[in-house]
């Protein structure tokens, strides 16, 4: 199986200053279509995980723009330009181009 | 809007079984892959089992293979987890997910395994 690395796994964070989360993985993620299934989750406490982010760098509806994803092959990033109180919570990187899906271990983001 | 909405869960001994519905809304049930993903307390998040929207073909992460039978109704747009021989470490909140991708999720369900 893939095997996900996220780092750091715990990210404090001063309200307004940018947060970056990395995701790498054991093989490359580029598919035999071309595309690359690398997919970026919020889980807010208490609450179910949201994709913010599919194929590396798509923003999902609704998803604020200070969200932005990056990468290629195995390295990828997920970068928030400017954090605000409501982005606390786990980050997951998430690859479907190998079978099994497989999950990054989370990355938790707090305020300091 | 897609809503998807689990059930099932609970407290069940170790050896026992029980079966999770998803019903699902919102969206073409019958064309799109589905995916049950878990989370044990505290932990990260595991792919446990998808089944296919074009032609109903499944798959397990390994650690349930032969435990779990992933199915869906689309005459009711309702998907299934039939999980037998459960084990301690099965304990997790399950989730049901929209397509391999988990594009959209439930509010989940606890399953607790427990003498």
């Known amino acids: 199986d893939v095997v996900m690395t996220q780092s750091p796994l715990s990210l404090p964070v001063t309200l307004g200053q940018p947060a970056s989360i990395s995701c790498r993985s054991s093989?490359?993620?580029?598919?035999?279509?071309?595309?690359?299934?690398l997919n970026w989750f919020q889980q807010r406490p208490g609450q179910s995980p949201k994709r913010l982010i599919y194929?590396?760098?798509d923003r999902d509806s609704g998803v604020p723009d200070r969200f932005s994803g990056s990468g290629s092959g195995t390295d990828f990033t997920l970068k928030i330009s400017r954090v605000e109180a409501e982005d606390v919570g786990v980050y997951f990187c998430l690859q479907a181009t190998r079978w099994p899906p497989t999950f990054g271990q989370g990355t938790k983001v707090e305020i300091k | 809007e897609v809503q998807l909405l689990e059930s099932g869960g609970g407290l069940v001994q170790p050896g026992g079984s029980l079966r999770l519905s998803c019903a699902a809304s919102g969206f073409t049930f019958s064309s799109h892959d589905m995916s049950w993903v878990r989370q044990a307390p505290g932990k990260g998040l595991e792919w446990v089992s998808g089944i296919s929207g074009r032609n109903g073909s499944t798959s397990y992460v390994d650690s349930v293979k032969g435990r779990f039978i992933i199915s869906r109704d689309t005459s009711d747009n309702t998907l299934y987890l039939q999980m037998n021989s459960l084990r301690a470490e099965d304990t997790a909140i399950y989730y049901c997910?929209?397509?391999?991708?988990?594009?959209?999720w439930g509010q989940g369900t606890l399953v607790t395994v427990s003498s």
């Open positions: 194929k590396v760098s």
């Open positions: 997910a929209k397509g391999y991708w988990c594009d959209d």
């Open positions: 093989h490359s993620l580029v598919h035999g279509d071309g595309n690359t299934y």
